[in-house]
């Protein structure tokens, strides 16, 4: 899957609040000056301006009830709606020719799971327990992509888990090199190239990420290219929004994954983000944010293993590459389940496999083996 944009939703995101108030009146003059009063002019702005301060200061107004309840609820309904992540088949199929490209992680287990690591212009998760070894796998797979594949690497820190000292024991390792002078300004580049945010809450991601695509045209000519974006850990910034906020918070977890998928396709990058589990139905552990986020990423990847021995597991939840070609390592019951799990998913090609089947199989006759 990849985020592919229509003119009219691109025209929709960029447009200034005063160009929608034709079609959404509550976005009148009044709230169109409350918003440019907090350096806001377009449903792109709102997304990355902090709701909460902005509620507090709609209170203060005479209008606050109309201003908060109408103005503000309806743009979220407009990012809602227009930043849904659910995509069509023909959609996969462009993004799996168009995106050919691997980073490897490092680890071998994981990038022959993936068919060689992380696919730029795809935005993968990794879901696990608590100390399962999520955040080693990202400072793995950064120091990999900085070292073998020359690339810069943004990394988005939300619990103060990134470390220089084990990225330096990485990079030194995958590369090798004598510490000689020639070694050191190897060393010192690759390090260099890896850019670390602090990050607490998500209104502060939105800015970084709307910076580092500022920045992309001059990095480019810099010869710097940014390759991978990883995000450690998103549950951590959605989970405090979903709480009491109701649609806001919704509005806002899709709105994030919209961003992440967008910037991945527009200027490929691979985005590696990390999500924790929640028990699930018999106790059995499942990925956190719930049934909207599950559609968001293009591979999901499970992480576990035994806290009394050092020995992990990884398998693959969602996949755009697991189809039939594969079918010889799954049973059928697998793979039928795979294929109802992605009909599922993309209502558009299951119309389209009803309509096929009723055309050929018509709707008064039993189908037998």
Known sequence: MCCVDTGKESVKEMAPLKALEAEYPILDPNFQAFCASHGIFSVEDFLIHDLYELAAFAEQRPTSEKLKQQGITQVLSI??????????????????????????TGCEGIDLLLGGGLREGQLTELVGPSSCGKTQVCLLAASNVATKHMGNVVYLDTGN???????????????????????????QRIMNGIVCHSVFDIFTMFNVLHQLVINFPSQLQKGGQ???????????????????????????????????????????????VTNHTVGGERGIPKPALGQTWKSIPHVRLLLSGDHG???????????????????????????????????????NVLKK??????????????VVK
Do not use: C
Not at 87 to 96: K, P, Q, R, S
Not at 245 to 270: C, D, P, T, W
Not at 353 to 366: A, F, H
């Open 79 to 104: 990012i809602d709606t227009q930043h849904q992540p659910w995509l069509n088949g023909m959609e996969l199929l462009d993004d799996a020719l168009h995106n050919k490209h691997v980073l490897s």
């Open 161 to 187: 888990s990134f470390s220089p000292q084990r990225i330096a024991q990485f990079v030194g390792h995958i590369a090798g090199h004598a510490f000689d002078e020639a070694g050191k300004r190897i060393f």
């Open 226 to 272: 940014v390759r991978l974006l990883i995000v450690d850990s998103i549950s951590s910034l959605i989970t405090p929004i979903l709480g009491n906020s109701g649609s806001q918070g919704r509005a806002l977890m899709i709105s994030a994954g919209y961003m992440l998928k967008k910037l991945a396709h527009e200027h490929n990058v691979a985005v590696l």
């Open 309 to 347: 021995n050092n020995v992990r597991s990884i398998s693959v939840l969602r996949h755009p590459s697991m189809d039939f070609f594969t079918a010889g390592t799954y049973t059928s019951a697998i793979s039928m389940e795979w294929a109802l799990a992605e009909l599922i998913n993309h209502p």
């Open 353 to 366: 496999e009803r309509e096929e089947i009723d055309r050929v199989v018509g709707n008064k006759r039993l």
